[in-house]
Structures are given as C-alpha cells and as structure tokens.
Antibody, heavy 118, light 107 residues
Framework: EVQLVESGGGLVKPGGSLRLSCAAS????????MNWVRQAPGKGLEWVSS????????YYADSVKGRFTISRDNAKNSLYLQMNSLRAEDTAVYYC???????????WGQGTLVTVSS | DIQMTQSPSSVSASVGDRVTITCRAS??????LAWYQQKPGKAPKLLIY???SLQSGVPSRFSGSGSGTDFTLTISSLQPEDFATYYC?????????FGQGTKLEIK
C-alpha cells in the first residue's frame, strides 16, 4: 500500500525556518517525481515545488522561489522541503504528492500544518 | 504562467442529478489536465488524469473530456459521497497551476 506521511509542521515566527519531511512507503520511491502542494486555511490548492526522481529537475512556484528548497533522499525514501524566511502568507497545510506517468498527482499525504505567526 | 479558471465556483444539486464542471486554461495544454476531489479536512483525491482517463478505483459515474483549453468533469448521477470541492490542474508546464475550485453542495 502506497503511503506518504508528512511531518515537521508547527508554529514559527515570521522570518523563521522549518523543514518538512515526507516519508514514503509501499512503492519504489526512486522511480517517481514528487511534489509539494499547499492549502491556506479556507483557500484552494497551490502547487509549491516539484523534484524529479533523480533530483535532476527542480521547479518552484514564484511565491516561494529563493526561500524554499526541495530535496529528496532516495536511500531513505524521503522527500524534504526546507522553508526559510517564512511569511504569514506561507501559513497552510503542506501536502506531499506522488506524480504518476501523466503528471497527475495520484497519491497524497495527510498534510502537515505550518503556521507563521508572531 | 497558465491560468486555470473553473466554473461555476459553487453549485447546488440533488442526489441523482447530473452535474458538469468546466475548467478553462489560459493557453492550450493539450490533454495535460487532471481533476481532484477534496472533502473537508482531507487530502485531495485524483479522479481523472490526462483529461479523460479514470483513475483506478474511481466510480464510472465520473468522466472527463476536453483538450486544448476547454475541459469538463461530469458526474452522471450524484451520490451523497460526491458532495465535495473539485479542482482541475494543468500539468502541461510549470507551475502546475490549479483552478480555484468548485464546491458541490446539497440542494
């Protein structure tokens, strides 16, 4: 069974940093591109970042470029999102999601809440 | 960036009704479109990929169509568990933008 479990969310002050993790199981992690998607309270979905299976290709939303860094460790079946210079508008539930062959996101984690507030 | 616009933003319907949700891309995306269903407090669930392909395990009352810039998600006969918010997403180019969502409510 495919499972994605996010962790690392919490309360952080503006300007602070946080590192999210996504632990994958039930599939060959190293064969799939992965993404982070976020959802602010009461709002819609926002794509954040994407990383290819071997980390060769990385993309970011303009809203996080230069502040967030996506990475993965295929030996540990884990995906990461390093978030620096956090702002109030980064407050959201962050989901990791697996990419299937058509570039759709076929499996999602349960999400981890990041709250940026003083 | 490609903008995705869904309509309507919300719709009220009854069990058994046929419902259609539309998604329009600001430029052509071929068939690189997915549809997701999200219930409150839950992660999104993939329904349709490549514009018209049904994800494994998704009931056949869900269908997708379209290519280029105009796409539709149709639910042929609404069931109580279908009341949720639906999102389209383009996967033609980065950023992989989502539509704003369509909330399907019980009439």
């Amino acid at each position: 069974e495919v499972q994605l479990v996010e962790s690392g969310g919490g309360l952080v002050k503006p300007g602070g940093s946080l590192r999210l993790s996504c632990a994958a199981s039930g599939f060959t992690f190293s064969s799939y591109s992965m993404n982070w998607v976020r959802q602010a309270p009461g709002k819609g979905l926002e794509w954040v970042s994407s990383i290819s299976s071997s980390s060769s290709y990385i993309y970011y939303a303009d809203s996080v470029k230069g502040r967030f860094t996506i990475s993965r460790d295929n030996a540990k079946n884990s995906l990461y999102l390093q978030m620096n210079s956090l702002r109030a508008e980064d407050t959201a539930v962050y989901y990791c999601a697996r990419v299937r062959s058509s570039s759709a996101f076929d499996y999602w984690g349960q999400g981890t809440l990041v709250t940026v507030s003083s | 960036d490609i903008q995705m616009t869904q309509s309507p933003s919300s719709v009220s319907a009854s069990v058994g009704d046929r419902v259609t949700i539309t998604c329009r891309a600001s430029q052509g995306i071929s068939s690189w479109l997915a549809w997701y269903q999200q219930k409150p407090g839950k992660a999104p669930k993939l329904l349709i990929y490549a514009a018209s392909s049904l994800q494994s395990g998704v009931p056949s009352r869900f269908s997708g169509s379209g290519s280029g810039t105009d796409f539709t998600l149709t639910i042929s006969s609404l069931q109580p568990e279908d009341f949720a918010t639906y999102y389209c997403q383009q996967a033609n180019s980065f950023p992989h933008t989502f539509g704003q969502g369509t909330k399907l409510e019980i009439k």
